[in-house]
């Protein structure tokens, strides 16, 4: 859960974010961002901003703004009828993001959060910086963190059906809910 109030800070901080990296994004993009905190509560540690620039049955446009060292949940998008999962690139335009996939461990600049060892499975690195990129093959599994100065990236990918993606964590529910009288 988050506040409405929290939730209206948050798009624009993403907003500010997306544009220092040079990304043009209108003021209704930034109003309609997503701001996920998969009913952790903790925005600040778990979570992540999003913007949909467009997404059809079968290409989608994101920005993902992350704050310094704000972690996305290990998490894998699922087979939909005939679509195999999401199929997804994420190039990083601005600060720098540490990916999580499958490997032998060489976790050494970012970190598990806080007595999240269990749901976090995956330990091989990969630091991205800006022009380096990601692909993620459908069903595969992943997690990623931004770096100490946080992160603005490009996720290209096929549909995306964020509600039905999958995490590790059982504590998680994909859909944010706002407390609205605050
Ligand atoms: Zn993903």
Known sequence: MI??????????????????AGIG???????EISVVDLGLSDLENEGVQVATFFNTKRICMKIIALWPNQTEPEHWHPAVDDDPGKEEVCRVIKGE???????????????????????YTL????????????????????WFQAGPEGCVMYCISSCARDLLDQFTDPGIDRDTKIDESK
């Open 3 to 20: 506040t409405r109030s929290e939730c209206e800070a948050a798009k624009k901080r993403a907003g500010e974010m997306i544009r220092e």
């Open 25 to 31: 994004i209108t003021d209704k993009e930034i109003a």
């Open 123 to 142: 330990r091989h690195e990969v630091v991205c910086k800006p022009t380096d990129q990601i692909w993620f093959k459908p069903g595969e599994k992943h």
């Open 97 to 119: 993001c540490r990916f999580y996939i499958a490997g032998e461990d060489t976790l050494k600049e970012g970190f598990i959060p806080k007595g999240k060892d269990s749901v």
